[in-house]
């Protein structure tokens, strides 16, 4: 028995409202749901992204019915979102009609690429094709 793929991942962002536009604008997901002062949540491929407020998440709260176990943390964290080799220079064009700076391009020793840029709440976000960890590109 082993685990088969990240089903989800979560960024902490301090304003929710221009985190869920740059999500929505910038990067394409598709918004699943909110709740004001404590997340947004969106769908990527077969995954999920999940900002949250870190101050709202360490709260005690019930989802229908259950308990949920708080969790949060401050300061930046990262993702890296699968892309294909070829779509990397519309991305660029797209961070750039969004004024976001790619704070570098890097091309892998053992293969892949990568595009690094922050949202707006400071979080290492990439764009990197598969190969940098040695996995095809997804059809």
Known sequence: MKTTKVLETCLYVDDLARAERFYMDVLGLTFVSRQEGRHAFFRCGQSMVLLFNPL????????????????????????????????????????????????????????????YFRDPAGNSLELATPRIWGLPDEP
């Open 56 to 115: 709202g998440s360490r709260e005690e709260r019930s989802h229908d019915g259950l308990e949920v176990p708080t969790h949060g943390c401050f300061g930046p964290g990262h993702v890296a979102f699968a892309v294909r080799d070829t779509e990397l220079p519309a991305w660029a064009e797209q961070l750039e009609r969004h004024g976001v700076a790619i704070e570098r391009t890097m091309d892998w020793p053992g293969g892949g690429r990568s595009l």
